[in-house]
């Protein structure tokens, strides 16, 4: 008798399937056949009863599709394999199961806590935190000694996780090599041990997926329509535009450090005595606070040439903790000893909420300026700030824009251009990414605001038939 064959996996599957690292990134891009190959990975020990494992997605609805691939599969793998729709669940005649789960909201991901998962797989993981992503990972935890205990995901670049799955697995490594990373443990003896893990990324997309360029020659057609950020993500893979970003004339453009052009990433640079300095404040305790100094020249141009930015090593939006008598103890170190800095006129501001009384009956701005670190209140005007961003970020005609960082002011020129716009109030910033050093930054632009500019293209960068003119009106 002939054996029926149910899959096969293509090329880029195939090897997706035959690594062993604890985590992965697969696909990068649109239709790499991610959903199929995760649906499939998650398959791989449902012979052994103790095995329990874990697809999720977002939104229950997004559920759909995977619910329609294991249906398509799962019965073909195993005949006695059953579906239970109300618990999303699929038990195997060993006993293994497999649940399809949602995670909507941060604290749904309690209800996958007391349970443990051999194997957890996140389709479309830029759509989930990192915090939902570290939680999860608490819970993957071997149900026997049986099981290979591993984490799989799937992504396209966009959306609020861009910024800290691009960090963790795209830009962590090179595509295809795996990326060890070591966690020094104290023992109860006292005697520390490491403890290495693992994780790569494997790109595929829709040139990868032969099924689907076989079934609908049309979508690369209809991918290649799209607007050219979104093209380059979903089609190309690029991680560097996508659909959704809030400040896409950002420009970090090397060759242009030195002459200070068509780039707002530039060279640091001897900063003249008369220069004025702002320090700017975002607080941040359990998420990373943020402080900048700006020096401003006398045209009212902004130059970020300094950044302390409170995240922990590894672990993208986490905040380092800090007692807020040690953050003005480092800020007041910084800046009596950076000699762009020292001995200047320094105007400070600050996030409105430090001036707030504490529990102790004194705000965090009284405690600071004991020390001798003095704020005034920022605007918090959200949107009106936001404008000041696009508005200092436009370009001149000769190439200039009202703001540059310097490049050293790496964690700014990180996050900055992964800001996403909000699901729900559509015109501003989705406060779940890491927007501190943001909002940080734009308190310091409220203190001196510019009128809003109508923005040069140099090179345009969206390819929009109905954008004439090529200047372009931010929404
Ligand atoms: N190994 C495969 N064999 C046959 N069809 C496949 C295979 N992998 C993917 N496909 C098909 O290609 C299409 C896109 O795959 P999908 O997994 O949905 O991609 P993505 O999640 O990356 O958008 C689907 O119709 C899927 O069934
Ligand atoms: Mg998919």
Redesign the pocket.
């Known amino acids: 008798m002939s054996k029926k064959v149910i899959?096969?996996?293509?090329p880029k599957?195939r090897i997706a399937l035959s690594r062993g690292e604890d985590e992965m990134l697969y696909?990068g891009a649109?239709?790499?056949?991610?959903?199929?190959?995760l649906v499939v990975e998650a398959a791989r020990q449902v012979n052994i009863p103790e095995y329990r494992g874990l697809i999720l997605r977002r939104a229950v609805p997004d559920l759909a599709?995977i619910i329609d691939?294991t249906r398509a599969i799962y019965p073909s793998i195993d005949r006695g394999a059953r579906y239970n729709a109300t618990t999303r669940v699929w038990t195997f005649s060993s006993g293994a199961q497999i649940k399809l789960g949602s995670l909507f909201r941060t604290n749904e991901k309690y209800k996958y806590q007391g349970q443990q998962y051999d194997f957890i797989g996140f389709d479309e993981l830029t759509q989930f935190t990192f915090d939902e992503y570290s939680y999860l990972k608490s819970r993957n935890r071997g149900n026997c000694k049986a099981t290979k205990v591993y984490m799989r995901s799937?992504a396209n670049p966009g959306g609020v996780g861009h910024g800290w799955v691009k960090q963790y697995f795209v830009t962590a490594g090179t595509p295809g090599e795996t990326i060890w990373l070591s966690d020094k443990v104290i023992m109860p003896d006292g005697t520390t041990k490491n403890y290495w893990s693992s994780k790569v990324f494997i790109t595929a997309s829709v040139f990868d997926?032969n099924?689907?360029m076989n079934?609908d020659p049309d979508y690369v057609k209809r991918l290649a329509q799209l607007p050219e950020a979104e093209r380059n993500a979903l089609l190309y893979g690029s991680w560097d535009s996508f659909e959704g970003q809030v400040f896409t004339e950002w420009i970090d453009n090397r060759e242009h450090y030195k002459d200070r052009r068509w780039t707002h990433v530039i060279e640091p640079f001897k900063i003249p005595q008369s220069w004025r300095i702002i320090r700017s404040y975002d607080w941040g305790y359990t998420r990373p606070f943020s402080v900048g100094w700006t020096a401003v020249d006398q045209d009212g141009r902004f130059y970020r040439i300094r950044e302390l930015y409170g995240c922990k090593k590894n672990q993208p939006n986490t905040g380092v903790r800090w007692p807020i008598e040690k953050v003005a103890q480092v800020i007041l170190a910084i800046e009596n000893n950076d000699p762009q800095i020292k001995g200047r006129q320094i105007y400070g501001v600050a996030d409105p909420a430090i001036f707030a009384e504490q529990g102790s009956g004194k705000s965090q701005a009284a405690t600071h300026a004991q020390l001798g670190v003095f704020w005034n209140k920022g605007d918090n005007a959200r949107l009106a700030g936001k404008m000041q961003f696009h508005s200092r970020l436009a370009f001149d005609e000769e190439g200039y824009p009202m703001f540059q960082c310097f490049n050293t002011c790496t964690n700014f020129i990180r996050t900055i251009p992964n800001l996403v716009y909000s699901q729900i109030d559509t015109e501003d910033i989705d406060t779940e990414g890491e927007d501190h050093i943001y909002d940080e930054q734009r308190y310091g632009f409220m203190t001196s605001i510019i009128t809003p500019k109508e923005v040069v293209l140099r090179n345009a960068r969206a390819f929009d038939p109905l954008n004439i003119s090529q200047t372009r009106y931010y929404r």
């Open positions: 899959w096969t996996p293509q599957q696909g649109a239709g790499g056949g991610k959903t199929d190959y599709r691939q799937t997926n099924a689907l079934n």
